[in-house]
């Protein structure tokens, strides 16, 4: 049981350069979050998921787009990086909106 | 409108007992509310949750007050291992099914 597991780790784009982020649940939850994670500042939401083929923006969503074909995978796409873009980015996942939330282990990205 | 008002940041030592109050002056009727502790370069991880009154677990306790606009955490004994930010969430106002994070209160715990 591996919980929630980013890929990948660490990663340095170039601006203008297109990339996806997987982030896989184990645990059958119904829903999915992406979060992003500028230095000494909380957590934004960009988008989330409820369910299978269902996604909805957060707070932040432009220049994000994201995915949810499979129940277990939440993909988020970056179409052209910008340096502004440059955070660490969390997934997470729940069974509901009220209950406990799991997180991934995150994935640095810096745009250059 | 901020959901939810927390202290930016606070300092205890180790062995005394912390209390980080929440507000949430616009919490809905079905709302929970939930705290979760983050540790550099590591995810957010689950503390606690409660609806009302108080709740404990092995790791802290919740004290919600019966008009339930704000509540206090309470981390019993801290050691230096709690030096961590400690986020207060509750569900969106607006009914939207989203995990919804201000900007937390960041604890040092000194020896």
């Known amino acids: 049981n591996a919980g929630v597991t980013q890929t990948p780790k660490f990663r340095v784009l170039k601006t203008g350069q297109s990339m996806t982020l997987l982030c896989a649940q184990d645990m059958n939850h119904e829903y999915m979050y992406w979060y992003r994670q500028d230095p000494g500042m909380g957590l934004r939401l960009i988008h989330y998921?409820?369910?299978?083929?269902?996604?909805a923006k957060g707070e932040v969503p432009d220049g994000y787009n994201v995915s949810r074909l499979k129940k277990q995978n939440f993909l988020l796409g970056l179409e052209s990086a910008a340096p502004s873009q440059t955070s660490v980015y969390f997934c997470?996942?729940?069974?509901?909106?009220?209950?406990?939330?799991?997180f991934g282990q995150g994935t640095r990205l810096t745009v250059v | 409108l901020a959901k939810t008002t927390q202290p930016i940041s606070m300092d205890s030592y180790e062995g005394q007992e912390v209390n980080i109050t929440c507000s949430h002056n616009?919490?809905?009727?079905?709302?929970?509310i939930t705290w979760y502790q983050q540790f550099p370069s590591q995810g957010p991880r689950f503390i606690i949750q409660g609806y009302k009154t108080k709740v404990t677990n092995e790791v802290a306790s919740l004290f919600i007050p019966a008009d339930r606009k704000s509540s206090t955490l309470s981390l019993p004994r801290v050691s230096l291992s709690d030096t961590a930010v400690y986020y207060c969430l509750v569900g969106d106002p607006a009914g939207f099914q989203k995990l919804v994070f201000g900007t937390g209160t960041r604890l040092l715990v000194s020896p």
């Open positions: 998921s409820v369910g299978e083929g269902t996604t």
């Open positions: 997470a996942s729940s069974l509901d909106r009220d209950t406990e939330a799991f």
């Open positions: 616009n919490i809905a009727t079905n709302d929970y």
